[in-house]
């Protein structure tokens, strides 16, 4: 399968196992899985032709690494991300590097000297470990401006860190006083 494929597929599973899964009459479950054969079979409905095979695929070649299997391969969930408040991923807790970053640009930068970062639609605030990442997160709205996020001093004041299955540092705020604006 062609990377524009997977980009495709990939952009439907988000809107389905993050956002919206009544499109297709899709139920996940309290932790946000899915049967993979409800998954398939309803998929159809939208003209997309999924299969296990075309799934591994995706999940294995996905540039951000964004879903996962259960072991045996019955079921598939997106790693973070959602905006469905009642999905829980049974993040624990976990100390965060002494720095987090994170991609933004320019529009955005008074809201966030002002109220820091916020979660808006999602569960979490999503933080990278590495400079590449957030980056190309920034990227994808301009010209990217980077934040430095003392993640090691607001772990100490109390906030909680989580880590997706793929990387990606979460937490419910970030405010501006721990905002590092270069």
Known sequence: MNEKNIKRISKFLSLLLRHQPETIGLKLDKNGWAMIDELIAKSKRRNMNLSIDVLREVVANNDKKR??????????????????KTIDLEFKAIQPPEFLYHGTVSKFMSLIK?????????????????????????????????LTVRSGDMQAK???????????????????????FK
């Open 114 to 146: 002002s109220g820091g970062l916020k979660k808006m639609n999602r569960q979490h605030v999503h933080l990278s470990q590495d400079l590449q990442t957030a980056t190309k997160v920034g990227s994808r709205r301009g010209v990217p401006i980077i």
């Open 67 to 84: 879903f996962s299997f259960n072991e045996d391969e019955t079921m598939i969930r997106a790693n973070q991300g959602h905006s469905l």
């Open 158 to 180: 109390g906030f909680e860190f989580y880590q997706s299955k793929n990387g990606v540092w979460l937490t419910d705020h970030v405010p501006a006083e721990f905002i590092e």
